[in-house]
């Protein structure tokens, strides 16, 4: 690594990267109540400041010298934990088949495919790579799990400033918190980033094609239920790998002894 890991670069890049989105949707004029709802709202209020965020992270992480801890980690935790990214999965899945494609135009799809993608791939960078890679140079990990997942809920605050209502704004950030925590645990259990990525792409693809359907609810919707399963699991989750965590590193300072 080019430069050691400490905790304000994790909230630096952070800011860094939420500045760029706030800049693209006041220069674009974005509401965010309305992104998503058209190709062409996609395109500027996704894709468009995500991806300029995106190249921000990506450029700053090379900088930093720290792709490789960013993407990659020590598996840690039993096996049995990897239900967790299925559950997400089938939790997304009911999301996007709750109301069916209706009224989704093909290129309002493709558009919010390649936004999400670039959503997955620049949170998951910023906050479960680099954030978690700087607080690490800082914290033990029950502070990397804690600050990395606040500031992936912090970062959602933005959307108050651009349609959002105060009540709106004030949940999603609790259920950011809430689902960065699964994504942490994610990230231990499978040793990648890039299962991040991909099933938070696909969390938000789902979400927002639900959206943007005018079709009525689906006997899929019920899957949706599996959420309350990632919280539980994740719960658990957390623990065991922190526990884990801590229990190796004990051994290796008995070792080093």
């Known amino acids: 690594m080019r430069v050691q890991p400490q905790a304000w670069i994790a909230v630096a890049v952070v800011v860094g990267y939420a500045a760029i989105m706030g800049a693209t949707w006041f220069f674009t004029g974005t509401d965010y109540e309305t992104v998503g709802s058209t190709a062409a709202s996609a395109m500027q209020g996704i ?3 995500v991806a300029l ?5 990506a450029a700053v992480t090379y900088w930093l010298g720290w792709w490789g801890p960013a993407l990659r980690d020590t598996p840690t935790g039993p096996r049995w934990l990897l239900v967790l ?32 993608l670039l959503v997955g791939f620049g949170e998951e960078l910023t906050l479960r790579g680099v954030a978690v890679v700087g607080l690490r140079g800082s914290f033990g990990e029950v502070g990397v799990w804690f600050f990395s997942s606040l500031l992936f809920a912090l970062l959602h605050a933005i959307n108050l400033f651009f349609g959002q209502s105060a009540a709106a704004t004030l949940q999603q950030m609790v259920f950011a918190f809430a ?14 980033l890039v299962i991040c990525i991909l099933i938070h792409a696909f969390w ?6 639900a959206g943007a359907s ?4 689906t ?10 399963a990632v919280i539980v699991v994740a719960i658990i989750g957390l ?19």
Request: hydrophobic fraction near 55%.
């Open 47 to 49: 894709v468009l400041p």
């Open 53 to 57: 965020a995106s190249l921000f992270t």
């Open 85 to 116: 990214p299925v559950l997400i999965v089938l939790t997304a899945l009911g999301n996007l088949l709750s109301h069916g494609f209706e009224g989704v135009e093909a290129r309002l799809v493709l558009t919010l495919a390649l936004g999400t």
């Open 179 to 192: 689902i960065g925590t699964a994504l942490y645990v994610v990230r231990r259990v499978t040793g990648t």
């Open 204 to 209: 938000d693809f789902g979400t927002f094609v």
């Open 214 to 217: 005018t079709g009525a609810a």
């Open 219 to 228: 006997p899929f919707a019920v899957l949706a239920l599996f959420q309350y």
């Open 239 to 257: 623990v065991l790998v922190l526990r884990q965590g801590r229990a190796s590193t004990q051994r290796a300072h008995v070792k080093a002894a």
